[in-house]
């Protein structure tokens, strides 16, 4: 399967997208687009829409009760919230990584060939072995796991926990990958070390992370967007977000007046 969009495309297009909680509207007439091949931080104060945003993008708010979307958010030019989407499928394309590491609790080698086994994306054992190496290769834990496949993943350190989970949501082969805040839990080291392997992640697929951290989003990220009370405030090459930017709310969050 080749999916990969030449650097730069616009992979994910918000257009005037709100977002309703019941009667209370968390996000505000969302321009944004996503690109193809880049890490994109979300970056503002708790509260702000940051969650719901990313979570629009793989349709987890259908599972929260009074949700409402208006306006159009497009994967690949066509509308995610279309009723003809298979909202599995989509998933599949759209992996997700949370907070806190969430490892199922089975061998590191079935966490993994969870998904593949799902989709049904394995011929046979030798098949689902090569994707299951490949995706712990890939999330950089292949070589501190590789004689204790069997092991529960739950027995893991909390940073090759949330390694795990990464190959876990690789082992599909999605297009985007969905980091909330993936490394809150993490201790520096642990931290450091998800955060390279993001930057590797890129060549492979297109990254959304949302993160508090503006070390991180400066570190890690290509595009910036800054949300504040439900609306994107700005938008921009990363590094001219924080070295530049224009907009006076953007300018007092990251030199920390307020947050
Ligand atoms: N499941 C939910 N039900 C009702 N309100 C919610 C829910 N999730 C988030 N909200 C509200 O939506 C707003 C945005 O929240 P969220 O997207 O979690 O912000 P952030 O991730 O930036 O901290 C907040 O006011 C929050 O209280
Ligand atoms: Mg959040």
Same mark, same amino acid.
């Given at each position: ?10 992979? +994910? /297009? ?15 007439? @969302? ?11 979300? +970056? ?12 629009? +993008?793989? =349709?987890?708010?259908?599972m929260v009760d009074g949700a409402r979307v208006e306006g159009s958010l497009t994967l690949d030019g066509n509308d995610i919230y279309d009723r003809g989407i298979d909202v599995v499928q989509l998933? /599949? =394309? ?13 061998? +590191? ?31 950089? *834990? ?13 027995? *893991? ?18 297009? %985007? @990958? ?13 931290? /450091?070390?998800?955060?390279?392997? %993001?930057?590797? *992640?890129?060549?492979?697929?297109? @990254?959304? %992370? ?30 001219? @977000? ?6 006076? *709310?953007?300018?007092?969050? %990251? ?5």
């Open positions: 399967m080749t999916h990969f969009l030449p650097e730069g495309t616009v992979k +994910i /297009a918000a257009q005037n997208l709100g977002v309703f909680y019941g009667e209370k509207q968390a996000l505000h007439a @969302i321009n944004l687009d996503i690109r193809a091949g880049e890490v994109t931080a979300l +970056i503002g104060p708790s509260g702000c829409g940051k969650s719901t945003f990313l979570r629009c +993008i793989n =349709r987890m708010n259908d998933r /599949a =394309r759209v992996g997700m990584v949370f907070q806190k590491p969430n490892p199922f609790p089975k061998s +590191i080698y079935d966490n993994v060939a969870y998904g593949p086994r799902i989709h049904g994306m394995a011929k046979d054992q030798t098949e689902l072995d090569e994707i299951v190496m490949n995706s712990l290769e890939k999330a950089g *834990l292949l070589g501190e796991v590789e004689d204790r496949l069997s092991e529960s993943g739950t027995s *893991l350190s909390g940073g090759q926990q949330q390694r795990l989970c990464i190959a876990r949501a690789i082992a599909v082969s999605p297009e %985007i @990958i969905l980091m909330d805040e993936p490394c809150s839990a993490l201790d520096p080291i642990a931290t /450091a070390k998800v955060e390279e392997l %993001i930057d590797e *992640l890129r060549e492979n697929f297109t @990254i959304v %992370i949302v993160t508090h951290s503006m070390q991180q989003a400066a570190r890690v990220s290509q595009r910036t967007a800054f949300f504040h009370l439900g609306k994107v405030v700005e938008m921009g090459d990363t590094e001219q @977000i924080f070295t530049n930017p224009q907009h006076t *709310l953007t300018q007092g969050y %990251i030199t920390g007046r307020f947050g």
